[in-house]
């Protein structure tokens, strides 16, 4: 089992950033992937980034050029660095885990791809 959590969420003002981290706990292989999903009401969640713990790491293409992603595997902990933020960025955002090769990571888009999900953190961004 893998118990995330993560935090940094909150309310900006459009441009702003903001740094989500998510602590990872209960799995020891090197062998993990991480994402972070995002979703509002009454939509799917959407696949923002993934990360293997070999640095593979696909980002979203609409936030791409915004976002960043990274992960500390000495701390077990995943980082979403957003940038220039946009009102149409607001959502709940997720962190999500799944055993899995490097290839796989950087395919995995599904939600349903991840067994282990944080409980989320909100994110809301005005204008």
């Known amino acids: 089992q893998v118990q995330l959590v993560e935090s940094g969420g909150g309310s900006v003002q459009a441009g702003g950033s903001l740094r989500l981290s998510c602590a990872a706990s209960?799995?020891?292989?090197?062998?993990?992937?991480m994402g972070w999903f995002r979703q509002t009401p009454g939509q799917e969640r959407e696949r923002v980034a993934s990360?293997?713990?070999?640095?593979?790491?696909r980002i979203t293409d609409s936030v791409k050029d915004r976002f960043t992603i990274s992960r500390d595997n000495a701390k077990n902990t995943l980082y979403l660095e957003m940038n220039s933020l946009k009102p149409e960025d607001t959502a709940m955002y997720y962190c999500?885990?799944?055993?899995?090769?490097?290839?796989?990571?950087?395919?995995?888009?599904?939600?349903?791809?991840?067994?282990?999900w944080g409980q989320g953190t909100q994110v809301t961004v005005s204008s």
């Open positions: 999500a885990a799944v055993p899995s090769t490097p290839r796989y990571c950087v395919n995995a888009n599904n939600h349903e791809q991840y067994p282990f």
């Open positions: 209960g799995y020891t292989d090197n062998m993990l992937c």
């Open positions: 990360i293997h713990s070999d640095g593979s790491a």
